[in-house]
T-cell receptor
Framework: GENVEQHPSTLSVQEGDSAVIKCTYSDSASNYFPWYKQELGKGPQLIIDIRSNVGEKKDQRIAVTLNKTAKHFSLHITETQPEDSAVYFCAASINLQGTALIFGKGTTLSVSS | DGGITQSPKYLFRKEGQNVTLSCEQNLNHDAMYWYRQDPGQGLRLIYYSQIVNDFQKGDIAEGYSVSREKKESFPLTVTSAQKNPTAFYLC???????????FGDGTRLSIL
């Protein structure tokens, strides 16, 4: 079946450093790629998304890049802060009977001050 | 405030019992989703509904059932046929087929 691979599973950085999380997807028909941040005991929150008609999108310290040929996309966080510590999930759209999302297994980001 | 409300936050079930998890949204979204999250795992799709009175199975629908009688409500029943129901259950909604999904804060189900 279709799947999304996410790496690394854990990432530790110093405050102020950059963090990069990478995902690859298998369904060549996928055309929507959101990223979510999940804090302990909470539901995931959408932080940025990208559609297949663009290669990069940026929102302040967060950016996402997409390479449709290679079927991979990445999340970049610059100038990391302790409050960026959380679990991050990537996802890709899939066409079932309708459209849904398939998620990666998550990356636990720890930012130490 | 607009959002998605899941209740209860914690739920305990005895062996052999069915239990229903509530999900309500006041975002006027057409589509609603149920996911299961296990430790160290991503979110796995159980059921989704893109319009009232219609719903589709996701990857792990066995042992679960849903209904979508109202636009704002999408309850999930975990039946006794679900052999490993202990998990964190998340409900989401989106405005359209490819609209961003917004999540509730989940229900943690445990077996007594």
């Amino acid at each position: 079946g279709e799947n999304v691979e996410q790496h690394p599973s854990t990432l530790s950085v110093q405050e102020g450093d950059s963090a990069v999380i990478k995902c690859t997807y298998s369904d060549s028909a996928s055309n929507y790629f959101p990223w979510y941040k999940q804090e302990l005991g909470k539901g995931p929150q959408l932080i940025i998304d990208i559609r297949s008609n663009v290669g990069e999108k940026k929102d302040q310290r967060i950016a996402v890049t997409l390479n449709k040929t290679a079927k991979h996309f990445s999340l970049h966080i610059t100038e990391t802060q302790p409050e960026d510590s959380a679990v991050y999930f990537c996802a890709a759209s899939i066409n079932l009977q309708g459209t849904a999302l398939i998620f990666g297994k998550g990356t636990t980001l720890s930012v130490s001050s | 405030d607009g959002g998605i409300t899941q209740s209860p936050k914690y739920l305990f079930r005895k062996e052999g019992q069915n239990v229903t998890l509530s999900c309500e949204q006041n975002l006027n979204h057409d589509a609603m989703y149920w996911y299961r999250q296990d430790p160290g795992q991503g979110l796995r799709l159980i059921y989704y509904s893109q319009i009232v009175n219609d719903f589709q199975k996701g990857d792990i629908a066995e042992g679960y059932s849903v209904s979508r009688e109202k636009k704002e409500s999408f309850p999930l029943t975990v039946t006794s046929a679900q052999k490993n129901p202990t998990a964190f259950y998340l409900c989401a909604s989106s405005a359209g087929v490819l609209g961003p999904q917004h999540f509730g804060d989940g229900t943690r189900l445990s077996i007594l």
